[in-house]
T-cell receptor, first 114, second 115 residues
Framework: NAGVTQTPKFRVLKTGQSMTLLCAQDMNHEYMYWYRQDPGMGLRLIHY???????AKGEVPDGYNVSRLKKQNFLLGLESAAPSQTSVYFC?????????????FGSGTRLTVV | AQKVTQAQTEISVVEKEDVTLDCVYE???????LFWYKQPPSGELVFLIR??????QNEISGRYSWNFQKSTSSFNFTITASQVVDSAVYFCALSETGGGNKLTFGTGTQLKVEL
């Protein structure tokens, strides 16, 4: 089925380890986003991309890097994980013109940093 | 900067009661979109409704209804005759045009529907 796929779904990291979260969409959407969800804080935007080869900072970008080498993929990297990065991460995508479809979200990645 | 406020952190109701979830937003744009999402205990985000700033018509979908009032910058969500399956966290969100169409979420309202 068409949509947004996040890999992995769960991960436990030790403090200082690095990892990359993968987001893939097959809807030919131009825009992609990474959010984190923490209890009582809703979803907050980490980074986003308006097209292949472009990225921009969101509300809470510190400690994360992103890359969009291909239109369908948006990678979120943690170079040196910290316990404060324990969260649920959601990827989303949208058309430049949101039309009737709005945003499509992945199912989330639950990350625990110990 | 855009902002979405959901002042109700948690609401508990008994099944079959009606419940309204409040959403107040701030934006400088004249063109924007408002959304409601449901997040059940399983964790995924379920899209409920999208409304653009030029369409102030209220909408009804089954037991769900939405009241959009630009004069008070509010986009409230009412569930009629609530059911246990409605128990979830509900998020209101705002998207402005341009600048990557970033979606700003409220902090969510936890709705608990009990028998």
């Amino acid at each position: 089925n068409a949509g947004v796929t996040q890999t992995p779904k769960f991960r436990v990291l030790k403090t200082g380890q690095s990892m990359t979260l993968l987001c893939a969409q097959d809807m030919n959407h131009e825009y992609m986003y990474w959010y984190r969800q923490d209890p009582g804080m809703g979803l907050r935007l980490i980074h986003y991309s308006v097209g292949e080869g472009t990225t921009a900072k969101g509300e809470v970008p510190d400690g994360y890097n992103v890359s969009r080498l291909k239109k369908q993929n948006f990678l979120l990297g943690l170079e040196s994980a910290a316990p404060s990065q324990t969260s649920v991460y959601f990827c989303a995508s949208s058309l430049r013109d949101r039309g009737s479809y709005g945003y499509t979200f992945g199912s989330g990645t639950r990350l625990t940093v110990v | 900067a855009q902002k979405v406020t959901q002042a109700q952190t948690e609401i508990s109701v008994v099944e079959k009661e009606d419940v309204t979830l409040d959403c107040v937003y701030e934006t400088r744009d004249t063109t924007y979109y408002l959304f409601w999402y449901k997040q059940p205990p399983s964790g995924e985000l379920v899209f409920l409704i999208r409304r653009n700033s030029f369409d102030e018509q209220n909408e009804i979908s089954g037991r769900y209804s939405w009241n959009f009032q630009k004069s008070t910058s509010s986009f409230n969500f009412t569930i009629t005759a609530s059911q246990v399956v409605d128990s979830a966290v509900y998020f209101c969100a705002l998207s402005e045009t341009g600048g990557g169409n970033k979606l700003t979420f409220g902090t969510g309202t936890q709705l608990k529907v009990e028998l």
